[in-house]
C-alpha cells in the first residue's frame, strides 16, 4: 500500500457567522492596522551591521528544515571579509566558534537590553580573535564557546566587531539576527525603515484543504489547487468558484521578490478574510525557540521544494497551538452554512507592500445523480435520470472528457427536458469514441457530483483492467485512491477485510480512471486485515492488500513492525500533533530499506528506529549505520549497536525512507592550496585550505580532523557546511620544501591521510 499526497488540480462545530471572526470594515482599515503595529513597535535608531550590502538573500520567518529562519541573511557579495559594526552600544556577552550553525557566531546586549546577534562571521575583531585563539589552544580544538560578564568586553556603536565569513554556512553572507531581553528572535527588519523595495508579493497558488472526512470539495474529499493569476492593481483572481461542503482550510504559495534581485523571500503577513470579516492571520514579528520547529505546522510541510516552502496554512493544524506567529484566537478552520461568500487573501512583505487575492465559495451540501436508464446510436445518445425537487433544465451542463476527466475538443449539443419523475438528456456528438461525456448539475440547494457516461458502448469487463491504490492521508481523514488503467462500468465494490468479515466502502467517481473510497475512521482502519476490490456481477475479485496499519494517538505509546518483524518504528506519548495512521513498506529489494508512511508528518518528538540484523547480513557493525532517504540522497543517522540482539537503534524527527547501509570507504581530497607539487612565493601563501568529500556517513566534527604542518599540529578551522579545512598561516614560510598532513575520519571510522608537498621559492 502506498502513501500520496493528491491535489486536484483545476484551471477551468458552530456554523460561520459575523460575530465568529473579528470584523473590519474594509481591507484598508486591517492593513493600516498592521502599519501602525510596525512602526510604533520598534523605535530605534540602530545602524545597519555592515556597509558592503544592504541587499538580502533571506528574510525573517521563512522555512528551513526543522525551524523557522530566526533572522536576515545580509549579501556580502559573493566574498568574505567585509567590517561588521555594532549596530548600536552595548557589550559582548558571548561568542561561539563551530563547524556547523552559525559557524562563528557573536552575540552582543545592546543598551536596551535587546541582543544582537552576527553569525556565519570569517573572523572577529583583533581582541575577540586572540581570546579564541587562546582559548582553542588551551582546550586543543576549534570548536569552543567563551562567555563574557557584563562590561567585561564593551563595544561603542558603530565599532568594528568582526569581519563577514561562510563558516557554518556554504555561501558568504552575515546573518543577523535581533533578540528580546528574553532571547526570543524579533523581525530586523521592524527596526530598519529605508529598505527600497515597491515590488508586491507574488501569489502563485492556493489550496482548499478538506478537514474531516465529510468534507467534499466541488464533490470530492480531494484538496483543490487552483492556479492564481494577475489580474492588475495588486489584484489577483482564480478561474470559477469552488464548491465547499464540511470544514475546510485554505493553503496559499506565496513569496516575495524585489526588483533586480533573484532571491524569492517569505512575506512579512497573510489574512484571509471571509465577506470583509477576519478569518485568520499569521504575521512573522517574533518567535520564540522552543516553538521554531513548528515551522511545518505553520507551511504544508508535504509542499516544500527543497529547503524552501512557501506554502503558507491559513488555518491552525490544532487549536492549542500558541504560536507567536498567530495574531487572534481565530482557527481559520472555516465550517460555512450554505450559501455564496466572497473571500479575499491579503499579503503583506516587510515593506508593507501588499497583494489581494480574490475568490467565491460557495457552500452547497453534496448529493449524486442517479442514472436509471442510457441509451445510444452512432453520434448520438441519451441518459435518463431521477427527478430531484430542486433540480431544474438549466442546472445541468455537459461537456466531452477523456478519461482522465480532462476537457476535450468536440462538438457536443444536448437538450434537457423534465417531468414529474424523470429528467431526461439527449445528446449529439463529434468526437474521439475514446473520450465521455461528464454531466455535472447545480442547483440552489444541492451540488450534484458528476457522472460519466461513455460515448458508444460500455466497458463492463475485468480483463486486461490493471488498478493501483494509494492511500491519501489528511490532518483529520484519510481515504483510498484507487487508479484504473481505463474506465471501467461493471458493478464494483470496495471493501475492508476484518477477520473474516467484509465492511462495505462507500466511493465516489472523481474521474472515470479514478475513485476515493471513504473510510469511517482510523479506527477501523487499524483492526482491518485487508483491503479488496471485487468487480462484476459475480464479485470477482480483482485486487488485494493485505493492511498492517495503526492508529498513533498523541496521549498514547506504541511500536509499529513491518512485515517480516525485522523493521520497528516506535512512537512515545505526545509524538504526534494528532491521531494518524501509520505503517510501514518494504523499500527497495535489493536493499535492506523501509518506507515508514505517511511521509512527511510533523512530529512533536524523534521516533525510535530500530532494524534486527537476524540475517546476518551485515558482518561489520562499527561500519554499519542507518540513515535517512531524502531525494535520494542519504542523511547519517546517529546509530548504536546492541550486540546482544544484533540491533541497530537510531532516532529520527521524520517520517520517510530508511536504510541500513554499510560505509567502508574514508573521506577523499577534492582539492587544495597549495596543491601537491606546487610552487609560491611566500607573501601568496597567506592560508592552507583543502576541500574533502565523503559520500555516506560524513565527518562529525573538528574532532575527527587532524592537521599538521612540517610535523607540527596546529588547529585547523572546519567547515563542516562546505567540507573544508582551514589553517591561516601565523607568518610567512621559509624558502624550501614544505609538508602538510591531513588526517580525517568519517562517522564509520573508514580514515584518511593525505599528504600534501609543495615549496616556497621566494
Given at each position: 500500500m502506498h502513501f500520496m499526497w493528491q491535489r486536484r488540480r483545476e484551471e477551468t462545530e458552530p456554523k460561520y457567522t459575523q460575530g465568529r471572526f473579528l470584523s473590519v470594515n474594509s481591507m484598508v482599515r486591517g492593513v493600516s492596522l498592521i502599519f501602525v503595529f510596525l512602526c510604533t513597535l520598534y523605535p530605534s535608531d540602530y545602524l545597519w551591521p555592515v556597509k558592503v550590502s544592504r541587499e538580502l538573500s533571506s528574510t525573517f520567518g521563512e522555512y528551513r528544515p526543522g525551524h523557522f529562519h530566526s533572522g536576515i541573511d545580509i549579501k556580502t557579495n559573493h566574498s568574505i571579509g567585509h567590517p561588521v559594526y555594532a549596530i548600536d552600544r552595548g557589550y559582548i556577552f558571548k561568542v561561539r566558534v563551530s563547524p556547523f550553525g552559525y559557524g562563528k557566531v557573536l552575540y552582543q546586549r545592546l543598551i536596551d537590553s535587546t541582543i544582537a546577534v552576527y553569525a556565519h562571521l570569517d573572523r572577529f575583531s583583533e581582541g575577540i580573535e586572540k581570546i579564541v585563539r587562546e582559548k582553542q589552544q588551551k582546550v586543543g580544538r576549534f570548536s569552543v564557546e567563551i562567555s563574557f560578564e557584563p562590561g567585561e568586553m564593551p563595544v561603542a556603536k558603530g565599532e568594528l566587531i568582526a569581519y563577514t565569513g561562510d563558516s557554518g554556512t556554504k555561501a558568504p553572507h552575515l546573518h543577523f539576527e535581533i533578540r528580546d531581553k528574553f532571547g526570543n528572535p524579533v523581525n530586523p527588519l521592524k527596526y530598519y525603515y529605508n529598505v527600497n523595495d515597491k515590488t508586491i508579493p507574488t501569489i502563485k497558488e492556493i489550496t482548499f484543504v478538506p478537514l474531516t472526512r465529510k468534507t467534499f470539495l466541488n464533490g470530492y474529499p480531494d484538496p483543490i489547487t487552483k492556479k492564481v493569476f494577475y489580474h492588475g492593481k495588486n489584484r489577483w483572481r482564480i478561474k470559477g468558484k469552488v464548491f465547499v461542503s464540511g470544514k475546510f482550510g485554505i493553503e496559499v504559495k506565496t513569496y516575495d521578490t524585489k526588483r533586480g534581485i533573484k532571491n524569492i523571500f517569505s512575506p512579512y503577513s497573510v489574512q484571509l478574510f471571509v465577506n470583509d470579516s477576519l478569518a485568520f492571520q499569521v504575521a512573522y514579528d517574533t518567535i520564540l525557540f522552543e516553538w521554531t520547529s513548528y515551522v511545518d505546522v505553520d507551511?504544508?510541510?508535504?509542499?516544500?521544494?527543497?529547503?524552501?516552502?512557501?506554502?503558507?496554512?491559513?488555518?491552525?493544524?490544532?487549536?492549542?497551538?500558541?504560536?507567536?506567529?498567530?495574531?487572534?484566537?481565530?482557527?481559520?478552520?472555516?465550517?460555512?452554512?450554505?450559501?455564496?461568500?466572497?473571500?479575499?487573501?491579503?499579503?503583506?512583505?516587510?515593506?508593507?507592500?501588499?497583494?489581494?487575492?480574490?475568490?467565491?465559495?460557495?457552500?452547497?451540501?453534496?448529493?449524486?445523480?442517479?442514472?436509471?436508464?442510457?441509451?445510444?446510436?452512432?453520434?448520438?445518445?441519451?441518459?435518463?435520470?431521477?427527478?430531484?425537487?430542486?433540480?431544474?433544465?438549466?442546472?445541468?451542463?455537459?461537456?466531452?472528457?477523456?478519461?482522465?476527466?480532462?476537457?476535450?475538443?468536440?462538438?457536443?449539443?444536448?437538450?434537457?427536458?423534465?417531468?414529474?419523475?424523470?429528467?431526461?438528456?439527449?445528446?449529439?456528438?463529434?468526437?474521439?469514441?475514446?473520450?465521455?461525456?461528464?454531466?455535472?448539475?447545480?442547483?440552489?440547494?444541492?451540488?450534484?457530483?458528476?457522472?460519466?457516461?461513455?460515448?458508444?458502448?460500455?466497458?463492463?469487463?475485468?480483463?486486461?483492467?490493471?488498478?493501483?491504490?494509494?492511500?491519501?492521508?489528511?490532518?483529520?481523514?484519510?481515504?483510498f485512491k484507487v487508479f484504473t488503467n481505463r474506465p471501467y462500468f461493471g458493478p464494483k465494490s470496495f471493501y475492508l477485510q476484518m477477520n473474516q468479515d467484509l465492511f462495505p466502502l462507500d466511493y465516489y467517481e472523481s474521474t472515470p480512471c479514478e475513485y476515493d473510497i471513504?473510510?469511517?475512521?482510523?479506527?477501523?482502519?487499524?483492526?482491518?486485515?485487508?483491503?479488496?476490490?471485487?468487480?462484476?456481477?459475480?464479485?470477482?475479485?480483482?485486487?488485494?492488500?493485505?493492511?498492517?496499519?495503526?492508529?498513533?494517538?498523541?496521549?498514547?505509546?506504541?511500536?509499529?513492525?513491518?512485515?517480516?518483524?525485522?523493521?520497528?518504528?516506535?512512537?512515545?506519548?505526545?509524538?504526534?500533533?494528532?491521531?494518524?495512521?501509520?505503517?510501514?513498506?518494504?523499500?527497495?529489494?535489493?536493499?535492506?530499506?523501509?518506507?515508514?508512511?505517511?511521509?512527511?508528518?510533523?512530529?512533536?518528538?524523534?521516533?525510535?528506529?530500530?532494524?534486527?540484523?537476524?540475517?546476518?547480513?551485515?558482518?561489520?557493525?562499527?561500519?554499519?549505520?542507518?540513515?535517512?532517504?531524502?531525494?535520494?540522497?542519504?542523511?547519517?543517522?546517529?546509530?548504536?549497536?546492541?550486540?546482544?540482539?544484533?540491533?541497530?537503534?537510531?532516532?529520527?524527527?521524520?517520517?520517510?525512507?530508511?536504510?541500513?547501509?554499510?560505509?567502508?570507504?574514508?573521506?577523499?581530497?577534492?582539492?587544495?592550496?597549495?596543491?601537491?607539487?606546487?610552487?609560491?612565493?611566500?607573501?601568496?601563501?597567506?592560508?592552507?585550505?583543502?576541500?574533502?568529500?565523503?559520500?555516506?556517513?560524513?565527518?562529525?566534527?573538528?574532532?575527527?580532523?587532524?592537521?599538521?604542518?612540517?610535523?607540527?599540529?596546529?588547529?585547523?578551522?572546519?567547515?563542516?557546511?562546505?567540507?573544508?579545512?582551514?589553517?591561516?598561516?601565523?607568518?610567512?614560510?621559509?624558502?624550501g620544501t614544505h609538508e602538510i598532513l591531513l588526517r580525517a575520519m568519517d562517522r564509520c571510522y573508514n580514515k584518511l591521510e593525505y599528504r600534501i608537498k609543495f615549496t616556497i621559492i621566494g
Open positions: 507551511r504544508n510541510l508535504r509542499m516544500r521544494e527543497g529547503n524552501k516552502n512557501f506554502y503558507h496554512r491559513l488555518y491552525k493544524a490544532a487549536n492549542d497551538l500558541p504560536l507567536s506567529i498567530y495574531k487572534s484566537d481565530m482557527t481559520g478552520i472555516l465550517d460555512l452554512s450554505p450559501g455564496t461568500y466572497n473571500m479575499k487573501i491579503v499579503v503583506l512583505d516587510n515593506s508593507l507592500n501588499k497583494s489581494e487575492l480574490d475568490f467565491t465559495v460557495e457552500s452547497l451540501p453534496v448529493r449524486n445523480l442517479k442514472i436509471i436508464k442510457r441509451s445510444f446510436g452512432k453520434g448520438k445518445g441519451s441518459i435518463i435520470l431521477e427527478k430531484a425537487k430542486d433540480l431544474h433544465m438549466d442546472n445541468f451542463n455537459l461537456e466531452i472528457v477523456n478519461r482522465y476527466g480532462v476537457r476535450e475538443p468536440g462538438r457536443l449539443m444536448y437538450n434537457v427536458s423534465v417531468s414529474d419523475s424523470l429528467i431526461k438528456l439527449t445528446y449529439s456528438v463529434s468526437t474521439s469514441r475514446k473520450s465521455l461525456i461528464k454531466v455535472h448539475a447545480v442547483s440552489d440547494s444541492f451540488f450534484y457530483r458528476p457522472v460519466f457516461i461513455p460515448i458508444g458502448q460500455e466497458e463492463a469487463s475485468t480483463s486486461n483492467l490493471d488498478m493501483e491504490v494509494y492511500l491519501n492521508h489528511m490532518l483529520k481523514a484519510a481515504f471513504s473510510i469511517p475512521s482510523f479506527v477501523l482502519l487499524g483492526k482491518a486485515d485487508a483491503f479488496e476490490i471485487r468487480c462484476g456481477g459475480d464479485s470477482k475479485l480483482i485486487f488485494r492488500s493485505r493492511l498492517n496499519m495503526k492508529p498513533v494517538y498523541p496521549d498514547g505509546k506504541i511500536k509499529i513492525h513491518s512485515q517480516d518483524s525485522l523493521f520497528t518504528v516506535s512512537f512515545d506519548s505526545a509524538t504526534v500533533l494528532d491521531t494518524l495512521v501509520c505503517w510501514i513498506d518494504k523499500g527497495e529489494k535489493e536493499k535492506v530499506a523501509y518506507w515508514v508512511y505517511p511521509v512527511d508528518r510533523f512530529l512533536k518528538k524523534p521516533i525510535r528506529i530500530e532494524y534486527r540484523d537476524e540475517r546476518h547480513i551485515f558482518l561489520n557493525p562499527i561500519k554499519t549505520a542507518i540513515y535517512y532517504i531524502e531525494e535520494g540522497k542519504p542523511e547519517y543517522l546517529e546509530t548504536e549497536y546492541n550486540f546482544s540482539e544484533n540491533a541497530y537503534r537510531a532516532k529520527a524527527r521524520n517520517t520517510g525512507l530508511f536504510a541500513v547501509l554499510v560505509d567502508t570507504v574514508p573521506p577523499v581530497v577534492v582539492r587544495s592550496r597549495p596543491a601537491n607539487g606546487s610552487r609560491y612565493y611566500a607573501r601568496d601563501l597567506k592560508e592552507i585550505k583543502i576541500y574533502l568529500k565523503d559520500d555516506l556517513s560524513g565527518i562529525k566534527d573538528d574532532t575527527a580532523l587532524e592537521l599538521f604542518v612540517d610535523q607540527q599540529k596546529v588547529i585547523l578551522e572546519f567547515n563542516g557546511a562546505s567540507d573544508y579545512v582551514r589553517y591561516r598561516l601565523k607568518k610567512a614560510l621559509e624558502k
